[in-house]
């Protein structure tokens, strides 16, 4: 395996910026009950919508780039796997928009986070659209 590298997948997820929003304008600490609700105790479902929306309001990411941007230049891992930034961008599914996936494996509740993002968001005046992909097929 000369010439290979493996790379771990989680040195290579793009992390959101969390406190780069407006917590006036957009108070998740209102929606805390809701998510303890719907998720009960499954944090990494409310980390994950929790994590959805700050990327959705943050005034740092209007499209993916920013993200991918940000975090190349922050994390080596993906300066290995990708020469430039540049290749990076030019792997991205919707270049140009404010787009993410949400990665949780088989049978952990990926229809609870899509519902509790579809839920906050619209009344805070955000538009979504979720586009469903099923690995499997």
């Excluded at 919508?49 to 080596?76: C, F, G, M, P, W």
Aim: aromatic share 12%; proline share 2%.
């Amino acid at each position: 395996m000369t010439g290979k590298k493996i790379f771990n997948t989680q040195d290579l997820i793009l992390r959101v910026n969390t406190k780069a929003y407006d917590a006036i304008r957009y108070p998740l600490d209102d929606w805390e009950r809701f998510l303890d609700v719907l998720c009960s105790t499954r944090n990494y479902q409310k980390e994950a919508i929790k994590t959805a929306i700050h990327y959705l309001v943050s005034d740092k990411y209007q499209r993916i780039e920013d993200l991918v941007s940000e975090n190349y230049r922050q994390n080596i891992h993906l300066q290995e796997r990708y020469r430039e930034e540049k290749d990076y961008v030019s792997k991205l599914q919707l270049p140009g928009k404010q787009s993410a996936c949400i990665d949780l494996a088989t049978g952990t509740g990926k229809s609870y986070v899509m519902y509790g993002i579809a839920q906050i968001a619209p009344g805070w005046g955000l538009s979504i659209k979720f586009w469903f992909l099923d690995r499997r097929a």
